[in-house]
């Protein structure tokens, strides 16, 4: 109020171990980690409406106004258990995060993904894998100061083997698998397209990755992830 002729105001602080207030300044400093609060009341009685909760200050009346203070240790230092993780689509899983010095909270902290199509992450750290791919997931305090990564792979499994459904070959012919025999693993972004092969005949032998024929006959080709 501009009319007050004293515009001195008391402070009480409530938990002065956890901040102090500087009169000259207005400046507010915390300590060290905790809850405090401090409450300013006006010294003129000349002032008539000052932050009134209900708008009945009358002329001659104290006002009060008080702040809740929490006072957090800084964090100096993040430390991540694992900096490389792979995980399947469809799982999840919490990063285990450790934060310096032991009496900061672990809780102030950031989580982001940059590929939120591959994975996401929740608020308290859950690494939630969408689909085949990269992505970094960044933790940080909540200024931004303090920033380390974890690199995560999401696995996409094989879902499916396309073979030609026959194969015609002559007597003492070789046909290369991969090259005169195409096998396509499903989807495209499959991490592993390593694949096994099994006969199950007499004509034809294997040789490697190679389809020899020995004899007329027919024999079965099985390919496998």
Same mark, same amino acid.
């Given at each position: 109020n501009?009319?007050?002729?004293?515009?001195?105001?008391s402070v009480?602080?409530?938990?002065?171990?956890?901040?102090?207030?500087?009169?000259?300044?207005?400046?507010?400093?915390?300590?060290?980690q905790?809850t405090?609060?401090?409450?300013?009341?006006?010294?003129d009685n000349?002032?008539?409406s000052v932050?009134? &909760?209900?708008?009945?200050?009358?002329?001659?009346?104290?006002?009060?106004?008080?702040?809740?203070?929490?006072?957090?240790t800084?964090?100096?230092?993040?430390?991540?258990? $694992?900096?490389?993780?792979?995980?399947?689509?469809?799982?999840?899983?919490?990063? $285990?995060?450790?934060?310096?010095p032991?009496d900061?909270?672990?809780?102030?902290?950031?989580?982001?993904?940059?590929?939120?199509?591959?994975?996401?992450?929740?608020?308290?750290g859950t690494?939630?894998?969408?689909?085949?791919?990269?992505?970094?997931?960044?933790?940080?305090?909540?200024?931004?100061?303090?920033k380390?990564?974890?690199?995560?792979?999401?696995?996409?499994?094989?879902?499916?083997?396309?073979?030609?459904s026959?194969?015609?070959?002559?007597?003492? $012919?070789?046909?290369?698998?991969? $090259?005169?025999v195409?096998?396509t693993?499903?989807?495209?972004?499959?991490?592993?397209?390593?694949?096994?092969?099994?006969? &199950?005949?007499?004509?034809?032998?294997?040789?490697?990755?190679?389809?020899v024929?020995l004899?007329?006959?027919?024999?079965?080709?099985?390919v496998?992830?």
């Amino acid at each position: 109020n501009d009319t007050a002729t004293n515009k001195t105001l008391s402070v009480n602080i409530s938990n002065p171990s956890v901040v102090t207030y500087n009169k000259g300044t207005g400046q507010i400093e915390g300590i060290k980690q905790g809850t405090s609060k401090i409450t300013f009341t006006s010294q003129d009685n000349s002032i008539s409406s000052v932050f009134a &909760n209900d708008g009945t200050i009358t002329k001659g009346t104290p006002i009060s106004k008080t702040l809740s203070i929490v006072v957090k240790t800084k964090i100096t230092d993040i430390k991540l258990t $694992e900096k490389e993780i792979t995980m399947n689509i469809g799982t999840e899983k919490k990063l $285990e995060v450790k934060v310096l010095p032991q009496d900061a909270i672990v809780q102030d902290l950031i989580y982001s993904s940059n590929n939120k199509d591959v994975a996401t992450v929740t608020a308290d750290g859950t690494i939630v894998a969408k689909k085949g791919g990269k992505c970094t997931i960044t933790v940080s305090d909540i200024k931004g100061e303090i920033k380390k990564e974890c690199n995560v792979t999401i696995i996409q499994k094989a879902q499916k083997i396309e073979v030609p459904s026959e194969i015609y070959m002559n007597s003492d $012919e070789t046909y290369k698998i991969g $090259e005169d025999v195409t096998i396509t693993v499903l989807p495209e972004n499959t991490n592993n397209k390593e694949v096994s092969f099994s006969l &199950n005949g007499d004509s034809v032998s294997l040789d490697g990755n190679d389809l020899v024929a020995l004899k007329g006959g027919i024999t079965y080709l099985t390919v496998s992830t």
